[in-house]
């Protein structure tokens, strides 16, 4: 790739390696990322300039800090496997969609299907979310500062998605063995999913997560837990009614 | 002596036919449609409705086994670095591990290697068994995203984005818990023994404008290395193909209604989608009113069996077919050497179809390890690889009696139709007549 495209920090106090959108292309950017090799001593990116921009920042697979200065599009660290990744703004659909380890962290807002399908690894979205956050999460931990919207863990497999605001309709909808911790309203309740007792074990897990997310002043007591009634494991026809 | 009117024959309704009838018993008893694979069983217009024109004065043959006539081809060549060279124009369409043994898979593998062509995931991830033994790899990128992860996407020689499939296109899959081995469950994320409810639908995009973008990440992802293929099943094919081109893809996979299928309702199979052959035309005007045929490879799967089907197709204006059922048959799935067996499971060879209970006895769509036992990878492979070359002759026979020294050098003009419905599906005249039905405006 040109080394002209490629913006280094001049100031030498500064180590990030930076990358400006405006200079560089988004496929010069991944591809960097891409070319990074265990133990390399490039461990702290900056992309500035993202302005929108879909795919920032996917398929990294070492264990880096990616800083956004500013908000994203689409699928922001899609299948992120272990580098720390900060967006200073807000993330568009799909962010951190099939993410497998590492974490995200959205400063702003995000849009739908927010962490779908994520494999494990942490997402924080500092904001709110849209409709549809952590639909058919797999393992990943998702922690949600305000609210999120409806049809959120809509078929979730296993995980946690924590809610420190209120959830829309039809919350965990077919849900399988995933943990929702809630602390505000919930609008209503998907087929299969109800609310639990918060066991001293949930109360720690959730503390843990809380911990993680950077999350101060507020305690698990707080939050309610729902989950799976697993009435809809294995087909009969006498819980028609519920499909 | 008393007059009796003679004795009418017993007449069964056509329309509640014995199979119909029970049905109907079955689904009382049961309270549960019939759920099973084998894809489409009813008679539909085929690909044996259509006739090729051998050459005489007006067309040129080719020499059989002595010119050469190449089956070649090459897939994603659009955008990706690293398209896909195939030396046959047969593929091996997805199959999911779950649905099918590892034996199984490594005898997809090692058969199609052998042949010089490709396998493909499905729904259950990739395994060590195919991965190993297949040369080339199509990694399916599904709705349910069981097993997805970065270390297979890149391990993949090509990625097939499926929108829909052709024995259920808009609906989801279901592997019933009985199936669900210990194995199954970790790739799957999922408990052991309850019911798997595949997604219709992906979680993270809805419309074309947003696969589109979906796209772009999987090249991102990838480096813009592999091709990326966008599989639908066949029921709007003009205007999936299309879109599908719009949102970038380097291949279009259309699998029609015969397209099989490890378990979904019977009412489904056999209700929803279009024939095959009904799709072909579509997708390739698709292709030519955008400028595209020949750019972005159209793939037709559904029902495919030997080298005239194969021949048909490309003739039709596809750049490559895919073959599932027919694969598994050679494979030795509902072979007559189990006929005992499949007896005892209230069917016989040749019609058994309940892949989604476990209990196959050719060990081919099971996890019982003891059955899985009776697959022979290495053989099973061998038995693919001959099917496959066998078809490939086929095809080229045909070929060079119409005068193409490539199979891709077939075209309509070599084909006739033997029914008004195959000639309307398949643009091309009904047999003895220059009468295309619908050409025209009549």
């Known amino acids: ?243 | 002596m008393t007059y009796r009117n003679p004795p009418t024959t017993p007449r069964k309704s056509a329309t509640f036919d014995d199979y119909t009838l029970s049905e109907i018993r079955r689904a009382a008893a049961t309270g549960i449609y019939d759920i099973r694979g084998a894809g489409a069983k009813r008679k539909l217009p085929h690909f044996d409705d259509l006739l090729f024109l051998g050459a005489s004065i007006s067309r040129y043959p080719l020499e059989g086994y002595r010119e050469r006539c190449d089956t070649s081809v090459v897939l994603g060549s659009r955008h990706a670095k690293k398209p896909i060279e195939l030396k046959i124009p047969i593929t091996i369409a997805g199959m999911s591990f779950g649905s099918l043994s590892g034996p199984a898979k490594e005898a997809l593998g090692r058969g199609a290697t052998l042949a010089g062509t490709s396998t493909t995931t499905g729904d259950g991830g990739m395994t060590e068994e195919e991965r190993g033994h297949s040369k080339q790899l199509v990694y399916q990128y599904l709705p349910s995203r069981y097993g997805m992860n970065l270390r297979d996407l890149r391990r993949a020689d090509a990625i097939e984005v499926v929108v829909g499939q052709g024995a259920k296109p808009g609906g989801g899959g279901m592997l019933l818990g009985q199936k669900i081995s210990d194995r199954v469950a970790e790739m799957r994320t999922l408990p052991k023994g309850i019911d798997q409810r595949s997604a219709s639908r992906h979680p993270d995009w809805t419309g074309p404008d947003d696969l589109e973008i979906k796209i772009l990440e999987l090249r991102e992802i990838t480096d813009w290395e592999k091709p990326i293929y966008v599989k639908v099943g066949g029921a709007r094919p003009y205007y999936d193909t299309a879109l599908a081109v719009k949102a970038g893809a380097d291949v279009v996979v259309v699998d029609g209604m015969q397209g099989g299928t490890a378990a979904t309702q019977e009412v489904f199979i056999e209700n929803v989608g279009q024939p095959t052959l009904a799709c072909i035309r579509p997708a390739v005007q698709a292709l030519q009113d955008l400028g595209m045929h020949r750019k972005v490879q159209l793939i037709i799967s559904g029902g495919i069996r030997n080298g005239a089907d194969v021949a048909k197709a490309l003739a039709l204006g596809v750049d490559a077919v895919s073959i599932g059922t027919a694969a598994l048959v050679a494979l030795g799935d509902n072979d007559p050497r189990w006929e005992a067996e499949y007896n005892e499971l209230g069917t016989t060879a040749g019609a058994y179809d309940d892949w989604h209970e476990g209990r196959d006895p050719a060990g081919i769509t099971t996890q019982d390890p003891e059955l899985m036992k009776r697959v022979d990878p290495v053989a099973a492979g061998r038995r693919l690889a001959n099917y496959l070359k066998v078809m490939t002759l086929e095809a080229q026979t045909i070929a060079r009696a119409c005068g193409k020294n490539s199979l891709h050098n077939l075209e309509p003009e070599d084909l006739v139709a033997l029914t008004i419905e195959a000639a309307a599906m398949a643009g091309v005249p009904l047999a003895g007549t220059n009468w295309i039905p619908g050409k025209n405006g009549f």
């Open chain 1, 1 to 243: 790739m040109p080394a002209t495209k490629l913006s280094k920090a001049a100031a030498s106090d500064h180590a990030s390696r930076v990358f400006d959108l405006d200079v560089s292309s988004l496929r010069e950017l991944n591809q960097a990322l891409h070319n990074l090799t265990p133990g390399s001593n490039e461990t702290a990116w900056e992309v500035l300039h993202p302005k929108g921009s879909h795919s920032v920042a996917v398929g990294v697979d070492q264990p880096v800090s990616i800083d956004v200065r500013g908000s994203v599009g689409y699928y922001c660290g899609g299948m992120n496997s272990g580098s720390t990744i900060i967006v200073h703004g807000s993330a568009g659909p799909g962010v951190g969609e099939n993410m497998m380890s590492g974490s995200i962290t959205i400063k702003g807002d995000a849009s739908q299907y927010a962490g779908a399908t994520g494999k494990g690894g942490l997402l924080v979205i500092e904001g709110n979310a849209s409709s549809r956050c952590g639909i058919s999460m797999k393992g990943i931990d998702i922690v949600v500062h305000g609210n999120i919207g409806h049809m959120s863990a809509f078929m979730a497999q296993s995980g946690n998605l924590v809610v420190l605001g209120d959830a829309g309709d039809a919350l965990g909808d077919s849900i399988y063995e995933a943990r929702l911790f809630v602390r505000g309203k919930v609008d209503s309740l998907g087929a299969d999913c109800i609310a639990k007792e918060m066991r001293p074990e949930h109360l720690e897990l959730l503390q843990g997560l809380l911990d993680r997310a950077g999350v101060t002043g507020v305690k698990p007591s707080e939050f309610k837990r729902y989950g799976s009634a697993r009435t809809l494991y294995n087909f009969n026809i006498d819980n028609a009614d519920a499909y």
